[in-house]
C-alpha cells in the first residue's frame, strides 16, 4: 500500500451530523459474551479464552543506523545464495548504498526498476528476470510499490504460470504450490508496512482494480526498518504514507478479527502517529517523529497482517485501481466518513457489539484526552486531513457515473471481511458520494 503522487488539492468542509455522535453513549463496562473481545484498556473486563494466530517476518532489525547491520545478517543466511535481484523505485540510486553492501557481501545484483504502481504484468517481467538471472533472493528497497513488487516477484519466481491462479477477487485465489523465494525488505517510507505484510497489493489495469497476491509463506525473511531511510521523503508522501499507516493501525484496532496482539500493536501505533505524523509532515528532519512513524508503519503492518482491515481499505483499493491516486490519500479520504458511518450503523444495529467502546478509545489516543468523544477522534483526523490537503475523488478524474461500480468493487473487497459491521449497498453509496 503506497503513495504514487501528492495529495495536493485542498477539499471542502465535511458535511456531518453532529446528532449521530450525541447519541454515541457506550457502556463504562464491557459484558463479554462468548466469542467476542474486551477493550484491552477496560480495567474490570472480564477474562476468557482468547484463540488466534500471530504471523510476520522471520527476522526484524529496528532503528536509526540498522541498515548497516545488513550485511552480517546477510552473511549469517548463507542459504539466500550468491545471486538476487534488487528492486527498486524509480529512483534507483537511494539504493546505491544496498547495493554496495551486497557486494561487500559477495552477493551479485541484478536491479529491477518499479517506476509506477505495481501490476501484474510487472511482477510476472520481474520473476522472469530473476529467473533467467539464476538469482536466488530478492531484496526490495523503497516504498511500497517496489516492497510489493519485490514480494510478489519472490513468490512468482517459484510459482510460474498464470497469475490469476493465486490473485484474489479476479482469479481464483489458489495457495501458492511452492515456497516463495526469499524475500528482504527495506522500507524508505512509513506506511505501507508491506516489510511485515503477507501479501503484495497488485493492480490488474484491464479489471480497473487493485487485488492481493497473498500467502503466510510470502513473509520477510529480514525486514530492515531503518528511520534515516525515509528522512528524505517529500512531505505530500510523508502525508500520503503516514495516513495509510494510521488507517491500517485505526482499522485493525476495531475489526471484528481484532486479538490481544494486534490490540497492543494498534494501541501503541495510534498514540505514536498522534504525536509525530503532522510533525514529520511540517520537517522531514525531525528524526524523533521520523523514527517514531517508522515503528507506526511496521506496526500497522503487523496489525493488518493478523486482524484483518475495514471498509477503507475495502474502498481505497478499487478506488485505487479505478483512478491515478495514491493509496494514502484515498485512505485519508474515505477514512473519516466511514468511522462516522460504522458508528452509526453499530449504534443503530449492533448496540452491544464490542467495537463500540473502542471508537472513544481511538479517539483518546489520537487526541490525547481521556474523556474525547468519537467524534473528537474523527475531527482530530478531519483536521490532519484537511492540513494535508487531501483531494476529493473527482480531483483524480472520478465523476458520479464510476460510484455504483466503485460500491460493487468495494462490496466484494477482501478487506470488507474485517469491517465491525457489514454495511448495507445504500451506506456504502453514501460513503462514495461523500468522497466524491
Known amino acids: 500500500m503506497h503513495a504514487a503522487g501528492p495529495c495536493r488539492a ?68 548463507r542459504d539466500f545464495g550468491r545471486r538476487a535481484l534488487l528492486v527498486t523505485g524509480a529512483r534507483a540510486e537511494r539504493a546505491g548504498w544496498l547495493r554496495d553492501t551486497l557486494e561487500d557481501a559477495g552477493i551479485h545484483t541484478e536491479l529491477f526498476q518499479v517506476t509506477q504502481e505495481p501490476c501484474v504484468e510487472d511482477a510476472c517481467r520481474g520473476a ?57 525488505a527495506v522500507p524508505t517510507t512509513a506506511g505501507t508496512g ?11 489495469p484491464e479489471q480497473r482494480i487493485k487485488v492481493s497476491l497473498r500467502s503466510q509463506s510470502m513473509l520477510a525473511q529480514l525486514a530492515v526498518v531503518d528511520s534515516e531511510l525515509t528522512h528524505s521523503t517529500p512531505p505530500a508522501v510523508t502525508a500520503s504514507t503516514g495516513l495509510d499507516a494510521l488507517t491500517h493501525l485505526i482499522e485493525a484496532y476495531l475489526s471484528k478479527r481484532a486479538n490481544p496482539a494486534t490490540d497492543a500493536l494498534c494501541q501503541h501505533g495510534i498514540r505514536a502517529a498522534s504525536r509525530a505524523l503532522r510533525r514529520a509532515f511540517r520537517d522531514g528532519d525531525d528524526g524523533v517523529a521520523r523514527e517514531e512513524m517508522s515503528r507506526v508503519s511496521l506496526f500497522g503492518g503487523m496489525a493488518l497482517a493478523n486482524a484483518k482491515l475495514g471498509a477503507v481499505h475495502g474502498f481505497a483499493g478499487p478506488a485505487g485501481g479505478m483512478f491515478e491516486a495514491p493509496h494514502g490519500c484515498l485512505c485519508g479520504r474515505f477514512l473519516p466518513y466511514v ?53 476529493r475523488l473527482r480531483e483524480y478524474g472520478a465523476t458520479a457515473d464510476d460510484l455504483p461500480e466503485l460500491v460493487e468493487k468495494a462490496a466484494h473487497a477482501s478487506s470488507m471481511q474485517g469491517n465491525p459491521i457489514q454495511l448495507q449497498p445504500q451506506e456504502l453509496l453514501t460513503l462514495a458520494r461523500q468522497a466524491l
Open 10 to 77: 485542498r477539499h471542502g468542509s465535511r458535511a456531518r451530523s453532529t446528532d449521530t455522535f450525541r447519541t454515541a453513549r457506550v457502556a463504562s463496562k464491557t459484558h463479554m459474551q462468548p466469542g467476542r473481545r474486551a477493550s484491552p484498556t477496560d480495567p474490570q473486563r472480564e477474562e476468557e479464552s482468547v484463540h488466534f494466530e500471530f504471523a510476520t517476518a522471520a527476522r526484524i532489525l529496528v532503528g536509526p543506523g540498522v541498515r548497516h547491520k545488513l550485511r552480517a545478517a546477510i552473511e549469517a543466511r
Open 128 to 184: 522472469e528476470l530473476a529467473r533467467a538471472s539464476d538469482c536466488s533472493l530478492v531484496i526490495g528497497c523503497g516504498g511500497g510499490a517496489a516492497l510489493d513488487s519485490a514480494k510478489a516477484i519472490a513468490a512468482l519466481m517459484t510459482n510460474p504460470g498464470d497469475p490469476l491462479r493465486y490473485l484474489e477477487v479476479v482469479g481464483e485465489g489458489r495457495p501458492l504450490v511452492a515456497q516463495p523465494a526469499p524475500f528482504i
Open 194 to 204: 508491506s516489510e511485515v505484510s503477507q501479501n503484495a497489493v497488485l493492480a490488474v
Open 339 to 391: 468511522l462516522e458511518m460504522n458508528l452509526r450503523a453499530l449504534e443503530s444495529r449492533a448496540r452491544e457489539s464490542p467495537a463500540l467502546p473502542r471508537f472513544r478509545e481511538v479517539a483518546s489516543w489520537l487526541t490525547g484526552d481521556g474523556s474525547a468523544s468519537a467524534a473528537a477522534g474523527i475531527d482530530w483526523i478531519q483536521q490532519t486531513c484537511e492540513e494535508f490537503a487531501v483531494p
